[in-house]
């Protein structure tokens, strides 16, 4: 067995990436034009590397044949995904003599309690003594990256913060000009998800900057989104999707979603059309189910006492905290 330190120290990032989900289930890429010898060393830092974190982790159950998936590029292969100038069946051959020996078992799939639900709004501090800006993270639970809701949520996603041409971005940046940016954040996973606002923000302006995030969480609710602003995001969302396709690393990140999230195998041919057909409606439907304001999680991370009298109407209850996560009184 090698040195285990010895040979992670010399696995560059850019040769062996190792992709974890939330899920018994592994990505494992493997980049190289030099031949087998090549691989062969890359497929034992992976394996050496694999099982050195998941005894770390006590998760080495987990980490098992008959759960991984090998994708390759410019020279190799992997199970019915191949992706560069290659020969199917020879790569596949080889991926099958380096990593033919290594045995599966059988696996429980892991059960975890539901995330927990706020009924409130409730406002976490943690105080940085003599901090400049305050960082802003609002927010609350989300949806399952299956969910039926995930591209009206995407969409909305992409009106309200996705980008600099999104509406918190012009208001809390080019309008107001309390940022450099802010932007919201759509986290769906296998099992359950976040809905996130953030910005960080000039301290002496950190009570406005929640003003005028809690005004678009609600207008997004609230109001019809306008037809010509769902369409500029049906054309953002359609004309940035070919972007992330068009190199071998963007395809393999897109098929590696596909695995690890149980998505449908034509999920990359219909994203435009499932993307195209999302309504008005249906934005305003999903924000009024999944962007919940009234009961979000505040967090500030900033300079207490220059912030408190600033945010203290924005919840009810308050903790505090100090930048080692001990609560304060």
């Not at 059960?111 to 943690?126: C, D, E, N």
């Amino acid at each position: 067995m090698p040195d285990v330190r010895r040979v992670l120290d010399h696995c560059p990032a850019a040769i062996t990436e190792l992709q974890f989900g939330a899920v018994p289930a592994i990505a494992v890429q493997v980049v190289t034009d030099w031949g087998e010898n090549i691989v062969r060393n890359l497929a034992e830092c992976a394996v050496v590397a694999l099982a050195y974190r998941a005894a770390e982790a006590g998760s080495r159950p987990l980490y098992q044949k008959n759960h991984a998936v090998v994708y390759g590029k410019q020279g190799c292969s992997g199970q019915r995904k191949i992706v560069g100038d290659v020969d199917p069946d020879e790569m596949a051959a080889k991926i099958e003599r380096l990593f033919g020996r290594w045995t599966g078992v059988s696996i429980t799939q892991p059960s975890f309690p539901a995330p927990p639900t706020g009924a409130a709004r409730i406002l976490y501090v943690i105080d940085r003594p003599g901090s400049a800006q305050s960082n802003i993270v609002i927010a609350n639970a989300g949806i399952t990256r299956t969910s039926s809701d995930y591209f009206p949520m995407l969409l909305m996603h992409t009106i309200l913060g996705a980008n600099a041409s999104s509406r918190l971005f012009m208001n809390l940046r080019e309008e107001k000009g309390y940022t450099y940016g802010a932007y919201s954040s759509l986290d769906a996973r296998r099992l359950a998800g976040t809905f996130r606002a953030t910005a960080e923000v000039r301290t002496p302006v950190t009570g406005a900057s929640l003003h005028e995030f809690f005004y678009e969480l609600n207008r997004i609710r609230d109001d019809r989104v306008p037809d010509q602003e769902l369409q500029n995001a049906k054309s953002y969302l359609m004309g940035v999707f070919p972007i992330r396709i068009e190199t071998q690393d963007g395809l393999i990140d897109q098929l590696t979603s596909v695995k690890m999230f149980d998505l449908p195998d034509d999920y990359l041919h219909t994203y435009r059309d499932s993307v195209n057909a999302v309504t008005a409606e249906d934005v305003q439907r999903v924000a009024q189910q999944h962007v919940t304001p009234d009961r979000a999680a505040i967090v500030i991370v900033g300079d207490a006492r220059e912030i408190e009298d600033q945010i203290e109407d924005y919840a009810e209850t308050i903790e505090r905290y100090d930048t080692e996560g001990n609560k304060k009184e």
